[in-house]
Structure formats: C-alpha cells, structure tokens
C-alpha cells in the first residue's frame, strides 16, 4: 500500500504522545508579559529539540514564580517532561514524578482539563502503573464524558495492556452513533487496525459508517482487509470509498497493489497510470508501473516509464536501477528482432 501501517499504537505510547501540546489559557488572568513569554516557549517546542526544550522550560518555571496559577506554564512542564523522557537514552524517571505534579496541579484548579488527564495517565504508564493509568483515563471520561480524545487514550491504554475484551466493550457498548461520532469510531478503529486487529477495527468503521457514510471509513474498512491479504473484499470497500469521494486518488495505488496481489497486472497498470500522472513525485510508483509494463511483455512502455525514473529519480539509487533497467530492455528488444 502507499501508505504502509505505521503502528499508531507504538507512536502514541512510545513515541510521542505529546505532540498534540496546546497552550490553555490560563487559570486567572495573564499578564500580557506572560502571554508573550507563553508565546516564545511554545515556538521552542515546535520542531524542539532538547536544549529548545531547556530553553522552554526555563521559561515556564520564571512565569511559574510569577504566577504560580499559570496552566500554561504548568502544562508547558508536562510537555517538557514526556519530551525528555522519550527522547533520552538514559531515562530519567524523576521527569515522569515532576510531570504528574505539574498535571496534578492543573486538575486542581481545572478538573475539566482533558490535555492533562492524558498526559498524567501516559506519565503514570511510563511508570509502570498501568492501573493508575486506566483509572485516570477513566476519571477524565467521568468529568468530561464529550472528550473523544479521552475515549482513544481509554482504548490505546487498554489494548497496551492487553485487557481485549474491556478494550471491545468501546465500540460495542457506546451510545448510538450521530454524525458527530463517525470521526471517534474512525479514529477508534484505526487504533485497533495499527495494533493488528482487523476484525474489532471493523466494528469500529462500521459504526462510523452508520453514523456518516465518508471516504475515508470505505477505505480503512478496506485497509482491514488488506491486513487480513483479502485482496478481493478490499478492492470492493476501495471502489466504494471512490464512489463516495471520486477524487480521493490516493486510492488508485491501493487498488492497484490489491490488484497486483491477485495476479491482475493489466488492471493494476489501468489503476497505477492515473496515479502516477496525479502524484508525479511518487517515484516507487513510478518504477513498480515500469515493473508491471515488463511483466506484462509491454517493452516500449516499460522502456519509457523507466526512462521517466532516471530523469525525476531523487537518490543515485533510483537512477542507477532505472539505467541498468532500461539497458536490460534494450538488450532484450534487439535480441527479439
């Protein structure tokens, strides 16, 4: 597929959880100085790196002097903690103690703040306390029962810890879905998809489905299947998702690659030549298109298609196999005359 699964399971709870880091407002009100100084912390955590991170945070702990109600300032701390901790290759688990603290503090004045029940709860499985974890998950759901982002964290936590069955009363026990839950059931699905279950991941699209027919639930639908190598049933949920949304042409290559897998190399070319017209950069589907042109004995085509390799290829790689393709092809093409 164009896009292979990434494991958003092991992105979320290995990587980096954190990203989604927004700057609340604070619990009274600021200063425009701490509004400034908010302002130049939060661009040292876009793209940050450690010492960006240091300097983020010497920020936050001066406005913290200031202002020791700044939310701001203490889920800027948060943040700087689940960011050094994932990225260190010693890890340093007082940052994980210091991060509770700081998300502690911020239920306290908020207990409606959903950003910090996550972290807490990511803070407290990084600990090892997966039961903490789940129960603060389940606290945040409590206060803030419309927080969908609450509800993934719920379900990641539970398949990290291996509780399937608590895991599958999501999808099976939640309210009758409206058009504003078929992104949640979307979202829920892939997260059972990314940890290698097509069959509960499935409920899942369906529900978004029957809450709002898109795109994009037809294709993940399909990507259950591909998972499952049921080439057949996923072309057919792929050409639904076209007919839901004819533009989304990234599905040209799925379809094609599905197609390919069951032997059809004529009907994968048909797919994969729009593709590559479309997405012009996408350089492997350019050289698998030359592939398919040779198999299916299309010597001109391949020739061609290869040649359009070495001229857009971005590595010496990619050059360097396009050219020995195509002297392979013309020496194949003087022995046929």
């Not at 702990?61 to 202002?67: D, F, P, Q, V």
């Not at 948060?78 to 210091?98: E, G, P």
């Not at 949304?245 to 059809?264: I, K, S, V, W």
Request: net charge positive; glycine share 4%.
């Amino acid at each position: 597929m164009k896009t292979p699964l990434k494991y958003l399971l092991i992105v979320i709870m290995v990587g980096f959880p954190l990203l989604s880091f927004v700057f609340p407002q604070p619990a009274n009100a600021s200063s425009p100085h701490e509004k400034k100084q908010i302002a130049k912390a939060s661009s040292l955590l876009k793209n940050t790196t450690f010492q960006k991170s240091q300097a983020a945070l010497k920020i936050f702990r001066k406005i913290l002097k200031e202002n020791p109600r700044s939310i701001p300032a203490h889920m800027g701390i948060v943040y700087v903690c689940l960011y050094q901790y994932n990225t260190a290759k010693k890890k340093n688990r007082s940052l994980l103690s210091k991060g509770i603290k700081h998300a502690d503090i911020v239920l306290g004045y908020n207990p409606k703040f959903a950003d910090a029940y996550k972290k807490k709860s990511y803070l407290q499985f990084y600990q090892g306390h997966q039961e903490q974890a789940i129960t603060t998950i389940k606290i945040g759901m409590h206060q803030i029962p419309k927080a969908k982002e609450l509800v993934k964290t719920y379900l990641t936590l539970l398949i990290k810890t291996e509780k399937i069955p608590e895991a599958e009363k999501i999808c099976h026990t939640r309210k009758v879905p409206s058009k504003d839950s078929a992104p949640l059931y979307l979202d829920l699905g892939q997260i059972w998809l990314d940890a290698g279950f097509p069959g509960q991941a499935r409920l899942c699209f369906s529900r978004s489905l029957s809450a709002k027919e898109t795109s994009e639930a037809w294709a993940a639908t399909a990507s259950s299947f591909v998972m499952e190598k049921n080439w057949q049933k996923a072309i057919w949920f792929y050409e639904w998702a076209l007919k839901t949304d004819p533009t989304y042409y990234d599905l040209y290559y799925d379809l094609a690659a599905c197609h390919n897998q069951l032997g059809h190399k004529k009907k994968a070319i048909v797919w994969l030549v729009p593709y590559t017209k479309i997405f012009s950069d996408d350089i492997r589907a350019l050289m698998e298109l030359a592939v398919l042109y040779e198999e299916v004995g299309d010597i001109t085509r391949a020739r061609l298609t290869w040649m359009k390799v070495k001229s857009r290829a971005k590595t010496a790689d990619q050059k360097k196999v396009a050219l020995s393709r195509i002297k392979k092809l013309k020496r194949k093409r003087r022995s046929a005359k």
